[in-house]
């Protein structure tokens, strides 16, 4: 696939003051390039740093070294380019989905009747066309996660950023969700990065595969899920049963062991 | 019967206890507490003129409302207690908002208002006397005093509490500072800025009858002084009464407030 790439992470290193004089090198000089419209998944054991890269790309956290390029020039702080999904619950408790869907609309000066239309637009996308008046309360876990991305599309991001957004959900919502933003990307084009810890999650939505080590963070491989053929199968029963799919997840898991084992 | 009510206890070991449980065993205190109130007035154990029978009591209370115009002292003490609360929320609630948001302001402020806090209200009485003689503001000053600085600490304690996400999530929609703090923050801990006035205006309820009590002519505490001279202690214990009823009828008030406002935080389900 040749594509130009969106975001640049470059040469990008973390350490956090833990105060007394104690320092904590999170991310160690980090670079790759996540591609116009494709889904980025970042993976690696817990410890690697992944959810302070997605931080960095977000601009909640200021890299110590190195920069992150967004669009041609390097990002200052939180913006509405970057939209962030949390792992936690984000949803405005106050106000309705559809309010909630149209805060950040609202806030950036959209106009009533564009702000409506594209609310009603994205919340159809992910299923909750029946919940646009319910409040967040009265929803289940699967059913807020999908309010905060259909809040973050309706934004219009050029990156959709999202930190193990599913980590909190039972399997089989999960699931659902995955085959979700499957199904999003390709109506949306919108260009992806997803922090997760579950390989599955990861071989299912990758393009591209940013596999980290731990303690600290450091690239370890770049992997691309070539078995899939440069396509996106949204039923992941499909995808499981192709060929290559459990040499992909063995290799992985390998991986992981591996960096598992590093750090004790 | 239900089936499970065959070997029920009734002190079941942290088991919650059913609607009609709980209603018969509230009646119940009351009914014991009473009964012996009763009983000790009527077989002469105390001095009727030290504890009068409930039903004397009761009586005057009435009396008093019905031929001897205290409603109009009620209504005194409510506005006092009203007026100087809406004084004290109008400064806590956006300092307490502002100092939970912006560590910066907390800096300037937090030293200020918890030194402040360990001061006894009471203590300023006789300053506040001085300073604004016996009219109606040494006793709006003092209500002031002894709820503001309790009410921002509590607001800034539960503007902090807002979850980190919720602000982050508002910056990477584009949300610059001061949207945050008004669409997001503010928003987010108005539920508990409401349950923190709520606790706070009992607190009122007591400094105003200390204020009342210690220096005024007018409402519900100085009726009550005023029964002591006379030892009239059906009236003061019908002061107290009333007190209590008001405070209880504030604090529904402001559960149906709470109610209203956040139809959100209730559970459909």
């Known amino acids: 696939?040749?594509?130009?790439?969106?975001?640049?992470?470059?040469?990008?290193?973390?350490?956090?003051?833990?105060?007394?004089?104690?320092?904590?090198?999170?991310?160690?000089?980090?670079?790759?390039?996540?591609?116009?419209?494709?889904?980025?998944?970042?993976?690696?054991?817990?410890?690697?740093?992944?959810?302070?890269?997605l931080r960095m790309m977000a601009?909640?956290?200021?890299?110590?070294?190195?920069?992150?390029?967004?669009?041609?020039?390097?990002?200052?702080?939180?913006?509405?380019?970057?939209?962030?999904?949390?792992?936690?619950?984000?949803?405005?408790?106050?106000l309705s989905v559809r309010r909630n869907v149209e805060f950040g609309m609202k806030i950036n000066g959209v106009p009533a009747g564009e702000r409506r239309e594209r609310a009603a637009h994205f919340i159809n996308l992910v299923g909750l066309g029946k919940f646009a008046d319910a409040y967040p309360?009265?929803?289940?876990?699967?059913?807020?996660?999908?309010?905060?991305?259909?809040?973050?599309?309706?934004?219009?991001?050029?990156?959709?950023?999202?930190?193990?957004?599913?980590?909190?959900?039972?399997?089989?919502?999960?699931?659902?969700?995955?085959?979700?933003?499957?199904?999003?990307?390709?109506?949306t084009s919108t260009t992806m990065v997803i922090v997760t810890h579950d390989l599955e999650e990861a071989i299912f939505l990758a393009d591209k595969i940013i596999f980290l080590s731990s303690h600290p963070g450091r690239l370890k491989e770049e992997i691309i899920p070539a078995f899939k053929g440069g396509r996106r199968i949204a039923d992941k029963e499909r995808v499981v049963k192709l060929d290559g799919y459990g040499e992909l997840e063995a290799r992985l898991m390998r991986l992981m062991r591996e960096e598992g084992r590093h750090a004790e | 019967m239900s089936p499970d009510s065959r070997s029920k206890r009734f002190f079941q070991l942290r088991h919650p206890v059913g609607r009609r449980q709980r209603?018969?065993?509230?009646?119940?205190?009351?009914?014991?507490?009473?009964?012996?109130?009763?009983?000790?007035?009527?077989?002469?154990?105390?001095?009727?003129?030290?504890?009068?029978?409930?039903?004397?009591?009761?009586?005057t209370t009435y009396q008093l409302f019905i031929e001897r115009g205290f409603t109009g002292d009620v209504l005194i003490s409510i506005g006092r207690v009203l007026g100087a609360f809406a004084m004290a929320c109008a400064v806590a609630v956006p300092l307490g908002v502002l100092m939970g948001s912006f560590p910066a302001v907390e800096a300037i402020f937090a030293p200020f208002v918890s030194a402040w806090r360990y001061l006894p209200a009471p203590s300023f009485i006789p300053i506040l006397l001085m300073w604004f003689g016996t009219g109606e503001a040494p006793k709006l000053a003092l209500l002031f005093i002894g709820v503001i600085f309790f009410l921002i600490t509590l607001i800034m304690d539960h503007t902090k509490n807002v979850r980190e996400e919720l602000v982050e999530t508002a910056l990477t929609l584009g949300a610059g500072r001061s949207t945050v703090v008004m669409k997001v923050v503010f928003p987010a801990v108005l539920p508990d800025i409401v349950v923190a006035?709520?606790?706070?205006?009992?607190?009122?309820?007591?400094?105003?009858?200390?204020?009342?009590i210690v220096a005024s002519t007018t409402g519900i505490g100085a009726m009550m002084m005023r029964a002591r001279r006379f030892l009239k202690t059906d009236e003061i214990l019908s002061g107290i009464?009333?007190?209590?009823?008001?405070?209880?009828?504030?604090?529904?008030?402001?559960?149906?407030?709470?109610?209203?406002?956040?139809?959100y935080l209730r559970k459909k389900r």
């Open chain 1, 1 to 53: 696939m040749d594509r130009d790439s969106i975001l640049e992470i470059r040469n990008v290193s973390k350490t956090f003051d833990l105060g007394g004089g104690r320092e904590l090198l999170a991310v160690q000089d980090i670079t790759f390039n996540v591609e116009r419209n494709s889904i980025c998944v970042l993976l690696g054991p817990s410890g690697c740093g992944k959810s302070t890269v």
């Open chain 2, 23 to 59: 209603f018969l065993s509230a009646i119940g205190i009351w009914v014991v507490f009473f009964a012996i109130w009763v009983f000790a007035t009527s077989t002469g154990m105390v001095n009727e003129l030290l504890v009068p029978a409930p039903q004397k009591v009761f009586a």
């Open chain 2, 197 to 212: 006035m709520r606790q706070m205006l009992a607190m009122a309820w007591t400094y105003l009858v200390i204020a009342e």
């Open chain 2, 241 to 263: 009464i009333v007190i209590g009823a008001l405070g209880l009828l504030f604090d529904l008030a402001f559960a149906a407030l709470h109610r209203w406002m956040f139809p």
């Open chain 1, 137 to 187: 309360s009265q929803l289940s876990g699967g059913m807020r996660q999908r309010v905060a991305i259909a809040r973050t599309l309706a934004n219009d991001p050029e990156v959709l950023l999202m930190d193990e957004p599913f980590g909190a959900l039972d399997a089989e919502t999960r699931w659902l969700m995955q085959e979700l933003m499957i199904d999003v990307a390709e109506k």
């Open chain 1, 59 to 94: 601009g909640l956290e200021t890299p110590s070294a190195g920069e992150v390029v967004i669009g041609g020039h390097a990002v200052d702080g939180p913006g509405r380019d970057r939209g962030m999904v949390f792992q936690a619950y984000t949803s405005f408790d106050w």
